[in-house]
């Protein structure tokens, strides 16, 4: 029987988790909840007391319920507090008249092929000539182009005009960026031009973070230096620092694709091999000292969070740190005995330093994927005794090479063995927020983690080496400058180790994604409530593992039955639908023809689409609708959809200084569709349609089209037109009593074919 008592953050973390979760999507327009959680509090509080005094089974229920509900309202409260927007100084409240702001970098940046990403922190806005504090954040992007230097954390810049609010997903099932700001509390976004900002100064918001960022800086710098080939040295700077700025597409792509993206950010994986070192080294030379397990356990304390500051104090570093922090502090106390509740601790303090992090991916993973492995690892490592198998297969009567030839086989095996229940055990916890998330799943995970995780533990080590014994030869380099070049040889033997091991990682990394390119489930789409579920699955079938009761077999087909029926019920509403859209795909005209599982898209403008663009615009979509036929038609060839083009009469003319070009008219079930790209006139054969997307800025005006077109058309302004060309027809067209549409600022224009006539 589970004693609740042993583990309390088993049961305080899951309701402090349930608050901030009912919070973030409940809770917008709650009232301000503090003074009921701290009433709340006191009432538990007092019930706990009382039950203490006259202890009775129904008051101790009642003060453990009462304490718990008490848990989940601070939970909530938390979230609310930290919600930045609902301060009245927040950006938000000022929307469009800010007409310039003061604001400080408060974040790595982002390097890009064609621009840089940061985020910065509103400290001032002007507005009517005043200026005002304010506060908030905002992403803003640049061009990455000569004269343009790469922002710092810490630097203060003035900039001209005013932030939008993040956009919601324009296309269907994109991607929601905003929401993924506004977790971390971010709701405004901008593109800043090189003549559009100033830099004013450089004021840190923190000096910690500013000195860890240098020091990441600096370490780079020694890999840049050492490491020639460029793939090689972005891979060891992602894998020992957690800097991705140079990994090119292609190898994300194969990380990816292998289930080994995680290998390249710095996190538990890192954090944890320098704790083993550090502990197997620390016993090996001193586990017989006086005291060692509290000195040994503040050395440890002291190099893993070294280790974070040097390498730039990254979310995904900290959350490592903290949870080996708690578990260090918990083996040195001697209550190290129960891990659940050492991760509950650590997860606990973690959300409320900050609840958002409860809807961070690398957070979830993090947590599930040790949990997974603590429980479930062991259990699997016990279906196969390997070392107890060859040891039974020694005989006294074998020569001793033979003998000593079976043990070792025996534990070589056992390790292999026991890396692949490590790997199963944290694909069974990560399995649902994989598809959830990333909509993939790599059966081949088991064949590149079981290589590709000692290797890389191995050049982590070696990485560390490189940058402790350039660290020792620095300073007598400096001092004696004529034995520099003979000190540089042990940093340069360690970097050609290390390059060499980065390589063969790489390789092999490359090879996996090669072959086993087919062994990876893609464009899988599962809703929130279905991941559940599938959690639920795994939940109750590894309960009735332990236990063997048949309820749990029960409780595993409802949710079975819960999971089918709601994949039955999706596949129902998307099978009849039948949808024309026009896309927002920056500078580009794309439309798509829907009919259920099946889809048609056609890039008028006779440029096809390239790979970025369908796999961040189009194949969420595509995914979330399950959709097994889909066609790719550059400029209507092939197209299956009747299109025909109608000719401007002026086009024959010679004479005519802005030559028409042919209006291109679809007509699919029954909606009928016009595309124009250019001038037309009064002369042209008039035709009603119910849709007419303009592209390219073409020249038309509100009396033509309605003689042409018909006064009811729908205007829609694709991507391809420019946003002053949008702002000057938009106000004439609705003037003259059109709708319109502009798919760049609303997002994707979707419209049904008409309904058919009664028989």
Not at 285 to 303: E, H, K, N, Y
Request: a positive charge.
């Amino acid at each position: 029987m589970l004693t609740w008592a042993t583990f309390p953050f088993v049961r305080y973390t899951p309701a402090l988790i349930i608050g901030i979760v009912a919070y973030l999507y409940l809770g917008g327009a709650w009232p301000e909840l503090w003074p009921a959680t701290v009433a709340l509090a006191v009432l538990a509080a007092g019930l706990i007391g009382w039950s203490v005094r006259r202890p009775s089974p129904a008051a101790t229920d009642a003060a453990g319920v009462l304490a718990l509900l008490a848990i989940v309202a601070l939970g909530a409260t938390l979230t609310q507090r930290a919600t930045d927007s609902r301060r009245a100084d927040h950006l938000y409240r000022f929307g469009d008249k800010v007409e310039c702001y003061q604001a400080v970098v408060d974040e790595a940046t982002v390097v890009r092929a064609a621009t840089y990403a940061t985020t910065l922190r509103v400290q001032a806005v002007r507005v009517a000539g005043r200026w005002r504090r304010a506060t908030g954040g905002v992403r803003v992007s640049l061009p990455r182009v000569a004269g343009i230097a790469q922002p710092q954390y810490g630097e203060v810049w003035l900039i001209r005009g005013h932030p939008d609010p993040s956009k919601p997903p324009l296309n269907p099932g994109e991607f929601d960026y905003a929401r993924y700001l506004e977790y971390r509390q971010v709701y405004h976004q901008q593109y800043i031009h090189p003549d559009q900002y100033r830099r004013l100064r450089n004021e840190p918001p923190n000096i910690l973070i500013y000195w860890s960022m240098r020091a990441a800086a600096v370490l780079d710098g020694v890999f840049r230096q050492y490491i020639h080939a460029k793939r090689e040295y972005a891979i060891a700077s992602a894998l020992v620092l957690g800097i991705k700025d140079d990994v090119d597409s292609e190898t994300k792509q194969a990380y990816s694709s292998t289930g080994t993206s995680h290998i390249m950010a710095v996190s538990g994986l890192q954090v944890g091999l320098l704790f083993y070192a550090l502990s197997w080294l620390l016993q090996k030379l001193f586990g017989r000292m006086p005291g060692f397990r509290i000195w040994s356990a503040l050395l440890g304390l002291g190099v893993i969070w070294s280790y974070a500051f040097l390498t730039g104090l990254s979310a995904s570093v900290l959350r490592a740190a903290v949870m080996f922090t708690f578990f260090i502090i918990g083996k040195a106390w001697g209550r190290q005995s129960s891990i659940f509740n050492t991760l509950g601790v650590a997860a606990f303090f973690l959300l409320l330093w900050n609840p958002f992090l409860v809807a961070d991916v690398g957070f979830q993973l993090s947590f599930l994927a040790v949990l997974s492995i603590v429980y479930i690892q062991p259990r699997i490592a016990r279906w196969l005794d390997v070392e107890g198998y060859f040891y039974a297969r020694q005989r006294p009567w074998q020569p001793k090479v033979v003998q000593w030839l079976w043990k070792k086989i025996g534990w070589l095996l056992d390790k292999i063995w026991q890396a692949v229940a490590l790997s199963l055990a944290a694909q069974v916890a990560t399995f649902g927020l994989g598809l959830y998330y990333f909509h993939q799943f790599p059966f081949s995970f088991l064949f590149s983690n079981l290589v590709a995780v000692p290797i890389s533990s191995g050049a982590v080590y070696v990485g560390l080496g490189l940058l402790a014994i350039k660290g020792l030869v620095f300073l007598p380099s400096i001092w004696l400058p004529k034995a520099a070049p003979l000190l540089d040889w042990g940093p340069k033997a360690v970097a050609w180790v290390f390059e060499w091991m980065v390589w063969m990682f790489n390789q092999y990394i490359a090879f996996i994604s090669r072959h086993f390119a087919g062994w990876v489930v893609r464009e899988v789409h599962v809703s929130a409530l279905q991941t559940v579920l599938i959690f639920g699955l795994i939940g109750t079938f590894l309960a009735w593992l332990n236990t063997r009761r048949i309820g749990w077999l029960r409780g595993m087909a409802l949710l079975l039955l819960g999971y089918a029926g709601s994949r039955v019920a999706e596949a129902r509403a998307v099978a009849p639908t039948q949808e024309f859209i026009v896309y927002s795909i920056p500078r580009r005209s794309a439309v798509g023809f829907w009919q259920g599982a099946s889809a048609e898209f056609v890039t008028p403008d006779s440029v096809p689409l390239n790979e970025t663009e369908r796999t961040y615009r189009l194949l969420p979509g595509i995914i979330q609708r399950a959709a097994r036929r889909t066609a790719y038609r550059v400029g209507w060839r092939g197209c299956t959809v009747p299109v025909q083009r109608l000719a401007d009469p002026d086009s024959a003319n010679g004479n005519a200084f802005f030559r028409p070009g042919p209006v291109v008219l679809a007509s699919w079930r029954g909606l009928r569709i016009g595309f124009v790209s250019n001038r037309i006139s009064s002369a042209t054969r008039p035709v009603t349609v119910d849709v007419l997307v303009l592209r390219r800025n073409a020249r038309v005006k509100p009396e033509t089209v309605a003689a042409v077109f018909g006064p009811q058309a729908n205007i829609v302004f694709d991507s391809s037109c420019k946003i002053w060309y949008v702002a000057r027809l938009d106000s004439s067209f609705r003037a003259h009593g059109f709708r319109t549409w502009d798919v760049t600022a609303q997002g994707a224009f979707r419209c049904p074919p008409p309904e058919p006539l009664p028989e």
